[in-house]
């Protein structure tokens, strides 16, 4: 093969990664109920664990991390105790340094036609492994960033938890689907 060759075939291969990197960054939609949100294309779709869940999503890890995060998305009639209640129930799925329940910061942010809570706690992940089962989580250094979305017929809840770099690198992608959630009439 001819050195034009190779810097040609070169060239085709760099081409080709940069469409695969490119597509795999392409924001895709989401419907779950009467939302519909995006979320970046590197965050893969994966059969929900259990039937409450009405979207989850793996996000691979941060150089640095060995576990991937998850997106799981929830949805109760009725709204499962409102956004109060909720955030005490993900802050108490930590526990800081000083083995107190860490303070999460609450944000209200606006989706496309609809108002959005933003929290974000971080710390040592203790929560249950499942709802309503006695084994918990044991994960020191994870972060969780959530999105409540309450309708007068649904609660919505985004979850993000994993390892907090891999959560933090995340954060951006987070934000723009809090902005991209759009309740259909």
Sequence with gaps: MSM?????????????VS?????????????????SFQVPG????????????AAQLKIYP??????????????????AGGVDANVDRWEKGFISADKTT?????????????DVTRVEVSGRYVAPVMPGQAGKNDKPNYRLLGAIVITPETGYFFKLTGPDKTVAAS???????IESIKVEK
């Design 4 to 16: 034009i060759h190779r810097f040609a075939a070169v060239g085709l291969v760099a081409a080709l």
């Design 19 to 35: 469409v695969a990197v490119a597509a795999d960054d392409t924001p895709r939609t989401i419907k779950s109920g009467a939302l």
């Design 62 to 79: 941060t150089k640095g991390d060995e576990e991937p995060a998850e997106l799981v998305v929830t949805a109760f009639p009725g709204g």
């Design 42 to 53: 590197a965050w893969k779709s994966e059969k929900p664990k259990t039937s409450m869940r």
């Design 171 to 177: 954060a951006k992608g987070f934000d723009e689907l």
């Design 102 to 114: 860490p303070k999460a910061k609450v944000e209200k942010k606006k989706g496309i036609n609809v």
